[in-house]
């Protein structure tokens, strides 16, 4: 199978070809694109199969290094900020977790690792978490403070014996910290590019100085490297950390273990507590609205549901999004000025300019891809600048077809197990 890749100096998120390549659309995918799979401009022998992630001299992504030191000072004017596209992230959770890199907070035995276990189960297998619905892809869930026997336990206790998981990845212990620990997981990748998601569980036991001296500095400079591995390979990155034992502060988030240079490099955060006799799940981020939901445990089969949730910030109404929707059919490619006069065709009164049309689709390439299931970019030809917008089915590797079986049936969790095989699961979490 052929694969389409990035040189290795391409891996810039904000840019929207591969730089360095002879022609600018033919290795256009690179890490941290949302796309999975080689388009028909990719210049791949077989587009529509699945791509392989930039190769290993572009991994070192700890280092912060993504593109050279002069374009990251680069300044730019707010123009040509407006004509730039950025690729939208993945999501893993349905308006709760986009690709990026969070931090769980929650007392001890409050049920932060019951909770990932559930996460990390529905993620794998494709069933909705917590009422939303989930994105199947693989998961790495580096359980640092359990043994094998007792998360073999917790799983069966919780899920049954019925599946086989294969998409779902542990690992048990590790001397790595930081940088070491990025390594590892960037050659994890190498082997699964389709991973899009990985808890670590606990965050304690991979800071790079063991968190015995706290200063915003020292917080910020801990979360910075993981922050930055998963803009590189666009996926979501959960660390679970602890909550301080007494806090004053009116902002719940004030209650994690550390100061606030934790949540300054983070993408967001989410903090599992008790409160007045009800368990709170509340939810901070940049990329979503914050939202609170209460939660109920069930103490029989040790999983988590939703009791109810604050109602979510829609985004605004786009008549644009239903506009284009109807106009590319089932695929099109041409100028900014042959689109806008075919959208005129449905609504004459678009107040838009071909060179303002561009810049606000610019900004609707997230929620075209979301909303619609339309991936949107822009090429530049020797002629003109072409837009495409393409149709896209839904994500699934054909290469493992194979392993279709650990899926559970949609909108379920599997069957309680018998009495029998519950033995080895324990009340911690």
């Not at 619905?133 to 640092?144: E, F, G, I, K």
């Not at 930055?228 to 988030?253: G, M, P, Y």
């Not at 109920?296 to 284009?324: G, N």
Request: proline residues 6%; charged residues 25%; aromatic residues 8%.
């Amino acid at each position: 199978m052929s694969l389409c890749t990035c040189s290795p100096w391409s891996c810039w998120r904000d840019s929207i070809s591969c730089r360095g390549s002879g022609n600018t659309m033919s290795g256009r995918v690179w890490a941290g694109s949302s796309i999975s799979r080689c388009p028909p401009w990719s210049g791949c022998a077989t587009p529509g199969r699945s791509w392989s992630p930039c190769p290993a001299a572009c991994w070192p992504v700890w280092t912060g290094r993504r593109g050279s030191g002069m374009d990251r000072e680069k300044i730019i004017t707010a123009a040509e900020l407006m004509d730039m596209q950025f690729l939208p992230r993945s999501t893993v959770v349905d308006g709760m977790l986009p690709a990026g890199c969070y931090i769980l907070a929650g007392a001890p035995k409050v049920g932060k690792s019951f909770l990932m276990a559930q996460l990390c189960w529905c993620v794998a297998t494709g069933i909705p978490f917590l009422g939303q619905p989930t994105r199947r892809s693989h998961v790495l869930y580096l359980s640092l403070e359990d043994t094998k026997e007792r998360v073999q336990g917790r799983l069966i206790r919780m899920f049954g014996v019925e599946h086989q998981v294969k998409r779902l990845h542990l690992k048990f212990g590790t001397d790595l910290r930081g940088g070491d620990l990025l390594a590892m997981l960037g050659g994890f990748f190498m082997d699964h590019p389709s991973v899009r998601l990985v808890v670590i569980d606990t965050f304690q036991r991979v800071r790079e100085g063991g968190g015995a001296q706290y200063s915003y500095q020292s917080d910020y400079e801990e979360i910075r490297p993981f922050k930055e591995f998963t803009d590189i390979h666009d996926v979501a990155l959960i660390l679970v950390h602890h909550t301080r034992k007494n806090t004053e502060s009116e902002n719940s988030f004030d209650r994690i273990s550390g100061t606030n240079g934790l949540l300054g490099a983070a993408d967001g955060a989410f903090l599992l507590y008790r409160e007045k006799g009800r368990v709170i799940l509340d939810q901070t981020g940049r990329e979503l609205p914050g939202q609170r939901m209460i939660l109920d445990f069930d103490p029989q089969r040790c999983l988590w549901t939703v009791v109810s949730r604050e109602a979510e910030i829609a985004e605004p109404p786009e008549p644009l999004l239903d506009l284009i929707d109807q106009a590319i059919g089932g695929g099109w490619q041409g100028t900014a000025t042959e689109l806008l006069e075919r959208l005129r065709r449905l609504d004459p009164e678009l107040p838009y300019r071909a060179n303002t049309l561009t810049r606000k689709l610019n900004a609707l390439t997230r929620r075209l891809k979301e909303e619609k299931g339309i991936e949107y970019w822009k090429s530049r030809r020797p002629e003109s600048r072409q837009l495409t917008f393409l149709r896209t089915e839904d994500e699934e590797e054909d290469e493992e077809r194979d392993d279709d079986d650990d899926s559970a049936p949609a909108g379920e969790i599997p069957s309680l197990p018998s009495s029998g095989s519950e033995s080895g699961g324990d009340g911690n979490g």
